[in-house]
């Protein structure tokens, strides 16, 4: 009844170990317990299949599913949850309007937050500081909405009771930050400041189906001081 | 029967020229929702508008029975869902079809409208690049015409991509007729010049768009400031 052993053959994932968009689709994928087989994509150089899959923009993370191919993490998150919406749990509210409030807190996260984690990871002096300050502003704003935002406030997670859309869309981005914080010796998350999304956030690292697919601390931190090494001398001979 | 008890208390904060506002006013009349629009002055923002987005304090703002939506195409697609069976539907059923929907409606916020602002902000050797990939953008978007054949984004109707674009169209063709620029021509992006002929024609469709010649005044005014040269300025050209 349930084509569970269709569904694994016909789910492929193209993707990166350190992508913090890839990983959201993992969590996803996790949570659903859809299986799925992984390919993992150097970038360098853009294999055909990524090619063929996403000619628009080239970028991991790509889904394949039964031949076809969804891009955009958060739109493929949205695809996982209607393509499977009869698989517990539901990663987004039925409501409309809480339906538009998940929307907007990821839209939030990849608008203003996203943008801001990738300025600390390429920048140097000044400006790292400038994007480390706004990265917080950005998790000040995430931790005033845990306190004092009807939809979240009280609950275990974003999505409530149980992780959801916003969590994903979040959560995709803490081991990446972590290691940020550990390769460039800055604090983005606060546990005195934020003791929230702190809260959350060790929440969502140990939840079941989250654990299992979090990338090595280790190896993190490496990929990142060894990129910026070659930022920090790309624009040094520039 | 279903209409005004169903519609409930319907306010759109906006502007007239805005097309993100458009796009909101697009989907109102489509689906034939009644409401109450609110103009914002931009330069001394409303207690209104400051409570119901306070993380952004912009505008469009749908405000549904006292709830406030926040986000242009977030905005669309909760007016889909809390009317879903008021027709027309803006998107598929499909979970494919809407993931490929909400790309194409995400390539042109997150792609095409940046390198139209471009065009339009910018001068000489930034702006040909802007004018190049807008160009290039709007080919993508020919090629999915080309690719289904269909009138509209959406297939025979209206649907989500052709109000994300559709809100853009009076800007995309005011920032041509100000800048002196062509960016849809009809020798290369034939279809895509048909749609846009096409669905601002449309019926309830024509009523949302903006004033042409008042946008134009708008817009000629803004160039204006931006290429005259600031005064006292000491600085070489380049």
């Not at chain 1, 076809?68 to 393509?83: D, H, N, T």
């Not at chain 2, 062509?182 to 019926?203: N, R, Y």
């Not at chain 2, 817009?219 to 931006?226: N, Y």
Request: charged share 25%; with cysteine.
């Amino acid at each position: 009844m349930e084509t569970c052993a269709e569904d694994e053959v016909q789910v492929k994932l193209l993707g990166g170990s350190t992508s913090p968009f890839v990983l959201r689709v993992r969590i996803a994928l996790a949570l659903k317990g859809i299986h799925y087989e992984f390919i993992e994509e150097t970038m360098r150089p853009k294999s055909d299949l990524l090619l063929q899959s996403n000619p628009v923009h080239k970028k991991i993370p790509v889904l394949i599913h039964n031949g076809k191919p969804v891009c955009e993490s958060m739109i493929i998150v949205q695809y996982i949850e209607e393509a499977w919406d009869n698989k517990a749990p539901n990663l987004i509210p039925k409501d409309p309007h809480d339906r538009a409030i998940a929307r907007f807190w990821a839209a939030f996260i990849d608008d203003k937050l996203g943008p801001c984690i990738r300025g600390v990871f390429r920048g140097v002096g000044d400006e790292k500081q400038k994007q480390v300050e706004e990265s917080v502003a950005n998790f000040l704003v995430l931790e005033e909405a845990l306190r004092t935002n009807p939809c979240f406030s009280g609950k275990l997670y974003f999505g409530g009771d149980e992780i959801g859309f916003v969590d994903i869309a979040l959560g995709g981005w803490l081991a990446f930050v972590k290691a940020l914080e550990k390769g460039t010796d800055s604090v983005l998350i606060d546990a005195e400041k934020m003791p929230l999304l702190s809260a959350w956030m060790d929440r969502f690292c140990e939840a079941d189906g989250v654990k299992e697919v979090m990338p090595d601390p280790v190896k993190l931190v490496e990929f990142i001081c060894a990129t910026r090494v070659k930022f920090a001398s790309l624009a040094a001979a520039n | 029967m279903e209409g005004c008890a169903q519609e409930g208390q319907v306010k759109l904060l906006g502007v007239d020229y805005s097309p993100f506002v458009v796009r909101v006013r697009i989907a109102l009349s489509l689906k034939g929702i009644h409401y109450e629009f609110i103009e914002e002055d931009i330069q001394n923002k409303s207690e209104l508008l400051l409570q119901s987005n306070p993380v952004h304090k912009k505008i469009p703002v749908l405000i549904h029975n006292g709830k406030p939506v926040c986000e242009s195409m977030i905005i669309v697609q909760y007016i889909e869902e809390a009317w879903d069976n008021k027709a027309p539907n803006l998107m598929p059923k499909d979970p494919y079809d809407r993931a490929i929907a909400r790309f194409w409606a995400a390539f042109i916020d997150d792609k095409l409208l940046p390198s139209t602002l471009r065009t339009f902000k910018g001068q000489g050797e930034e702006q040909q690049k802007a004018v190049e990939e807008s160009v290039a953008n709007l080919l993508l978007l020919e090629e999915v015409l080309q690719s289904t054949g269909k009138a509209y984004f959406g297939g025979d109707e209206i649907g989500l991509v052709d109000i994300a674009l559709g809100g853009l169209l009076v800007t995309i063709q005011t920032v041509e007729k100000v800048t002196n620029i062509v960016l849809t021509d009809t020798q290369k992006m034939p279809l895509l010049c048909a749609w846009a002929d096409k669905f601002c024609k449309a019926h309830k469709v024509k009523e949302a768009l903006p004033d042409r010649a008042k946008f134009f005044e708008l817009m000629s005014a803004r160039r204006a400031k931006l290429t005259s040269p600031p005064a006292g300025n000491l600085k070489g050209g380049g």
